[in-house]
């Protein structure tokens, strides 16, 4: 296999156990910090309506499946990876934020967690995931 298409087909995994990793933080996340009582987060209505009952720690597991995921994704694809690793991890970084931008302007959330969003959980994470990706599994000279 061409080392092109060993980095396409790690791209692709690694963005598949990367979302996989965001939606179960994601569905896990209303069990270790439940909505508030009358809360409907399952949709866009219902989140829009919540709003203002959310406090800060009602934002701390959507922002973790970002982040985890993004860093999840990233590491797994660097660690398949033989060549493109570093464009690689920082193609999935961006690619997971453009999802949380699409995501920002669907759903309604304080202007404070949006920045932290956009700015902490993608690129810095997709920049984690191939310092760690490298350490676990250094490449290997051709």
Same mark, same amino acid.
């Given at each position: 296999?061409?080392?092109?298409?060993?980095?396409?087909?790690?791209?692709?995994? =690694?963005?598949?156990?990367?979302?996989?990793?965001? =939606?179960?933080?994601?569905?896990? =996340?209303?069990?270790?910090? %439940?909505?508030?009582?009358?809360?409907?987060?399952?949709?866009?209505? =219902? $989140?829009?309506?919540?709003?203002?009952?959310?406090? %800060?720690?009602?934002?701390?597991?959507?922002?973790?499946?970002?982040?985890?995921?993004?860093?999840?994704?990233?590491?797994?694809?660097?660690?398949?990876?033989?060549?493109?690793?570093?464009? $690689?991890?920082?193609?999935?970084?961006?690619?997971?934020?453009?999802?949380?931008?699409?995501?920002?302007?669907?759903?309604?959330?304080?202007?404070?967690?949006?920045?932290?969003?956009?700015?902490?959980?993608?690129?810095?994470?997709?920049?984690?995931? $191939?310092?760690?990706?490298?350490?676990?599994?250094?490449?290997?000279?051709?």
């Amino acid at each position: 296999m061409s080392n092109a298409m060993r980095a396409t087909a790690a791209g692709v995994v =690694g963005f598949v156990v990367g979302s996989l990793v965001n =939606g179960a933080i994601v569905a896990v =996340g209303p069990s270790i910090i %439940p909505p508030p009582a009358g809360a409907d987060m399952t949709t866009v209505e =219902g $989140l829009t309506a919540a709003m203002s009952l959310l406090q %800060p720690k009602h934002f701390a597991m959507p922002f973790l499946a970002h982040a985890l995921g993004t860093f999840v994704g990233a590491t797994v694809a660097v660690m398949m990876a033989t060549a493109y690793r570093t464009r $690689l991890a920082y193609i999935l970084g961006f690619v997971f934020l453009a999802g949380g931008v699409v995501a920002a302007k669907m759903i309604p959330a304080p202007n404070w967690f949006i920045t932290l969003d956009l700015l902490v959980a993608y690129h810095p994470m997709a920049w984690l995931g $191939l310092a760690i990706g490298r350490r676990l599994r250094p490449a290997t000279p051709v």
